[in-house]
Each structure stands twice: as C-alpha cells, then as structure tokens.
C-alpha cells in the first residue's frame, strides 16, 4: 500500500501548477468585482502611480454608468476579458457637449481614453477609425458614444516626409493639433489665411495711442482687425494700471515673482537671457530654482530671443515667436479659428511666425453668454427637480427643443444632461478664457505624451487683466439680476 503524500508536498506541487483561468465576470455581479476583472486586462499596466489610479478611475466610472445597461457590460466584459475574439455590440455612453469625458480632473475623448486603457497605450487621438458594424462610433456625432475598443480600428499617421523643404517656408507655417489630425496654415506674402492675418510689421510703442481706450489710430493703416468697442467695453471701467502678468513654471513649480506689464508698455519680450528685467521684458535666465531639474536647465538653453507679445485695441493680443525653436500656445481664439471645440487643440508656432492669439470682443461676448447659460439652466434646473410645469419651457430656452419628448411635452434624460452641464460652468472655467498659456520648446496637450503643461520643462501663464476685468463685471451683473430675481 503506498503512503500519503505529504500536504507540504501537495502544496508546493500546486504552486507549480499554472493558474487556473477565472470566469469573467456577469453584469449583474458587483461593481467591485467587474472593476478588478477588467482592470487585470489593461494594456501597458504599471502597478501603483497616477496611471492606475486613472485607469481604475476611468473603468469605476464607465461601468457605473452601465450597470443599468446590462446587456451593454455583458458585451464590454466580454469583448475585454476575450480580446475582442467574439463579436460585441456597442457599448454606450452619453456624449458631452464638447464631445469629452473627464476623469479624476483629465479630459480626453471617451472612445480614445478606453482604447488606450484596453488596447493600444501609445494611441493618439486620430488614429482611430469605427469598424463598419458599430452604430454610435464618437465620429458620426449621434447622442450616445460607442467605447467599445473593439469596434474601433487603429490607423497608424503616415511618417512625415524628409525635410526637403527649405526652412524659410517650414517656419512660416502654424501647426495645429487636435482632433481630426495636423493642418498646417501657411504665411503668404501680404497677408495671412484662415484668419490669422497680418500683412505688415506689429507698430511700435511710440506710434500707439497713449490713452488705454481710445483705438490707436496707427491701426487702421494697417492689416490688424479691428471693430467699434461696444458700449461695455468702453467708458464704464476704469483702465487696469497693468494690461497682463507673467508667471513662469518650471513643471508644477512657480519660479520667481509674478511680471506684471503696465498699461503704457503695449509689448512686452519674454526671453531666455539673463539681462536684469526691463518694465517691458522679462528674462528668464536670471531665476535660480533649487528644484530645477536636467530637462528645465536643458529647455531653457533653448528658448533665446523667446516670445513678443503686443496689445492692440483695447484688448486684442498678438504674438511673435522670436526663439529660434517652436512654442506651444493654448488660445481659445485659436481653438475657434481653428474650428476646434475650446481646449481641444494646442497650437505649435513656428520661429518667425506673429499672430493674433487673443480677441477681447469675441472673449467678452462668449463669457456674458456662457454666464446667462449658466444661469438659465440654474433656473431651469431647480424647476425640473422641483416637478414644476414651467421647467420644460425654462429647458427649452437653454438647449433648444432637442431638450423636450415632442409627445409628452416633458424634458429628455439628454436634455437634462445637457442643462446640468451648462449649469456646472464655474467662475473657474470663465477665467481660464481670459489666460494664455505657453510652453517654450517641448510641447503638450492630446497629442503628446506630456497630456498636461505641467509636465513640460519650462512654460509661462499670461493673464490679461482687462478681460479679467470684464469677467468680473459680468459675474457682478449677473449676482445682482438673481438677487433682483429673489425679490
């Protein structure tokens, strides 16, 4: 008869032995459960860090969303926990009104950021293109998002061609990056496409008009547009005794003091040298940072003769890239020339390049706008939560009649979502409309793997004060219309 076998022997012989395989999870297990399931079958997992927890973030969220969708998890779990070998129908969510989803203070586009977390880690935004049978593919522009990474296919960017094209015609190009892929708006002589036009030098200071409001009359000899400042604009506010500030970062750390331009120096230089600062330039050579590190130091080698940034009118700023390497810009100017959504695009500008990045009329319009919105759908909101007859007319008003079931006459669960994101505008997003922001020689945003500008070498904030000024005026108004509202 033989002996047993010893359990110590049994137990190291089962750790030899290869996993098991799991079952996957079911849409009607718990979240918990679902979550570590699909979060074992990310693409480039590292353990610990801001991925993971972004990861985790992202697939918590998307699967609370589709816990009322069960048929819809059912073929999300399947699809990644079998690497699409069986075919999957899509997997929706609502869209948002620029087409983005935020994730633990990120935004990306919903059928990107699942891409990447499933499939393709290195993906970028317009790589992708939707398999024939997918139905809410993000671009056919329906009301709900297919995020299903298995009904999308990668498109690899074709290799840029060898530069055989002189230096003198590279740099007179913008290019611009964002969702449908890089366009490049050429400079022609005499002017400018697309809008960006400027067919003569900048004028100088001595030739602008020393009164802050008054349009300088130098202007209309020359290209830069310009129209009749509406009444707001013009009389009501005292001028701001400085026209912008200027904070330099090196990563997440401010270095230095705040630069602050007075109204009567309409330019201001920002260079890499380390001359001691001027009224109207700010070198950034001279600041010391203990905390500086190898790629600060190697970036600001770089940035020489830097940026030049002019006011002209009353609020419209232009820009002049002097470095002798490219800059990055965030402008929702830009953003709206460029027909992008606002934030979608960072914008790379060529050394030699000058052009308008900020437009004081068109900022004020949208922010006065954006507020009344926001106010509205406050309104049309506590009506809704409130059961009131009057919130699908309020809704109505503020997204349109997409918001109201033609047959019941009662607002629509899109309606709704839309309403609660015109309302969850804060001052914060106003504000950033009133700031520029510029990184010198490294690059950021969606399409690079720097996806914050915290994360480049060096880079500088402009706030512009005279917009500032306005936000504060319209948000000042807008207190004292609901007040007047409550009595």
Not at 143 to 168: F, G, Q, T
Not at 435 to 460: A, E, M, Q
């Amino acid at each position: 008869m033989m002996e047993p076998v010893p359990a110590m022997y049994l137990q190291n012989v089962q750790h030899m032995l290869p996993p098991q395989p799991q079952a996957p999870p079911a849409a009607s297990d718990a979240c918990l459960t679902i979550v570590h399931s699909l979060m074992c079958h990310r693409q480039g997992a590292v353990h610990g860090g801001e991925d993971e927890t972004f990861a985790k973030r992202a697939i918590e969220s998307l699967v609370k969303k589709l816990k009322e969708k069960r048929d819809e998890l059912d073929a999300l779990i399947i699809a990644v926990t079998m690497s699409g070998r069986r075919p999957s129908k899509c997997v929706t969510i609502q869209r948002t009104l620029d087409g983005r989803l935020q994730v633990a203070g990120k935004k990306g586009f919903p059928h990107v950021i699942y891409a990447r977390l499933w499939r393709w880690p290195d993906l970028h935004k317009n790589e992708l293109k939707h398999i024939s049978v997918c139905q809410y593919a993000f671009d056919l522009k329906c009301d709900l998002v297919c995020v299903n990474p298995y009904h999308y296919e990668r498109v690899i960017s074709p290799a840029p061609p060898s530069r055989l094209v002189k230096d003198e015609f590279v740099h007179d190009c913008i290019q611009v990056e964002g969702e449908s892929g890089t366009h490049n708006v050429e400079r022609k002589t005499g002017g400018w496409d697309s809008g960006y036009g400027c067919n003569s030098s900048l004028p100088t200071v001595e030739h602008l008009n020393k009164n802050f409001w008054d349009p300088p009359s130098i202007l209309q000899h020359s290209s830069m547009e310009q129209r009749p400042p509406s009444p707001i604009l013009r009389g009501q506010l005292i001028s701001p005794e400085h026209w912008c500030s200027v904070q330099y970062f090196e990563l997440d750390h401010k270095v230095g003091e705040t630069f602050k331009v007075i109204a009567q120096y309409r330019e201001v230089k920002i260079d890499g040298y380390v001359n001691p600062s001027e009224p109207n330039r700010f070198c950034l050579g001279q600041l010391s940072n203990v905390h500086r590190t190898e790629a600060s130091e190697k970036a600001r080698l770089h940035v020489g003769k830097g940026v030049k940034l002019t006011l002209s009118g009353e609020g419209d700023v232009w820009l002049e890239c002097q470095s002798q390497h490219p800059v990055f810009v965030q402008s929702q100017y830009l953003d709206k020339e460029a027909k992008r959504a606002p934030g979608d695009a960072v914008h790379k500008i060529f050394p030699g390049t000058h052009l308008k990045v900020f437009d004081l009329h068109d900022c004020y319009d949208t922010i006065k706008n954006k507020a009344q919105k926001a106010q509205s759908a406050a309104r049309a909101q506590a009506l809704a939560v409130s059961g009131s007859p009057e919130a699908a007319h309020a809704a109505l008003q503020v997204v349109g009649p997409k918001a109201i079931n033609p047959e019941s006459g009662t607002l629509t669960r899109d309606g709704m979502a839309q309403i609660n994101a015109a309302a969850n505008i804060g001052v914060d997003d106003l504000r950033r409309m009133c700031i520029l922001r510029l990184s010198f020689v490294k690059g950021w945003g969606p399409d690079y793997h720097r996806v914050n500008i915290k994360y480049t070498p060096c880079w500088i904030e402009i706030q512009l004060h005279r917009a500032l000024q306005l936000l504060d005026h319209v948000l000042q108004w807008t207190q004292m219309y609901e007040a007047g509202q409550d009595h």
